[in-house]
């Protein structure tokens, strides 16, 4: 897979469409949810694998955290470490801006996933989107 940081409109559009993929149609999200007002200053990534979209994520800076979100792999390339690619490409990143630290809100079936990946649980389950949810994070 090869991973960009979004630099161009083209580029929104086709992490957007993966967002849009993954957790409206299949996840059952409200577009108004999934696309909120920290898309316009979040640093996007988008996955490419034949030149199809296939992987999206955002990046912000909140606190002292790197804060990954929107992590999103379509449902047809799961399993092939894409999403692992996608969130080393955002820690390099967390790093470079002089970050030493990760955070992400993880929906439950995923735990052991990020937990393989070095991140550990830190809250209690909530709900978000009508998805449970925990706050996992990670020092880089």
Same mark, same amino acid.
């Not at 897979?1 to 957007?16: C, G, Q, R, T």
């Not at 009508?130 to 990670?138: A, F, L, N, W």
């Given at each position: 897979?090869?991973? #960009? +940081?979004?630099?161009? +409109?083209?580029?929104?559009?086709?992490?957007?469409?993966?967002?849009?993929?993954?957790?409206?149609?299949?996840? #059952?999200? &409200?577009?108004?949810?999934? +696309?909120? %007002?920290?898309?316009? =200053?979040?640093?996007?990534?988008?996955?490419? @694998?034949?030149? %199809?979209?296939?992987?999206?994520?955002? !990046?912000?800076?909140?606190? &002292?955290?790197?804060? /990954?979100?929107?992590?999103?792999?379509?449902?047809?390339?799961?399993?092939?470490?894409?999403?692992?690619?996608?969130? =080393?490409?955002?820690?390099?990143?967390? &790093?470079?801006?002089?970050? =030493?630290?990760? #955070? /992400?809100?993880?929906? =439950?079936?995923?735990? @052991?996933?990020?937990?393989? !990946?070095?991140? @550990?649980?830190? &809250?209690? @389950?909530?709900?978000?989107?009508?998805?449970?949810?925990?706050?996992?994070? #990670?020092? /880089?």
């Amino acid at each position: 897979m090869n991973i #960009k +940081l979004v630099d161009s +409109l083209d580029e929104f559009e086709a992490a957007k469409h993966v967002r849009m993929v993954v957790f409206v149609e299949e996840q #059952k999200v &409200s577009p108004e949810e999934e +696309l909120d %007002e920290h898309d316009e =200053t979040a640093i996007h990534f988008v996955g490419y @694998e034949e030149g %199809e979209p296939i992987a999206a994520s955002r !990046l912000r800076f909140v606190d &002292s955290y790197g804060k /990954l979100e929107r992590i999103c792999v379509i449902k047809e390339h799961r399993g092939k470490s894409h999403g692992t690619q996608i969130i =080393t490409a955002m820690e390099e990143i967390i &790093s470079e801006k002089g970050f =030493t630290k990760a #955070k /992400l809100n993880a929906q =439950t079936h995923a735990i @052991e996933f990020y937990q393989q !990946l070095g991140y @550990e649980t830190v &809250s209690g @389950e909530f709900m978000d989107a009508g998805i449970p949810h925990v706050t996992m994070v #990670k020092e /880089l």
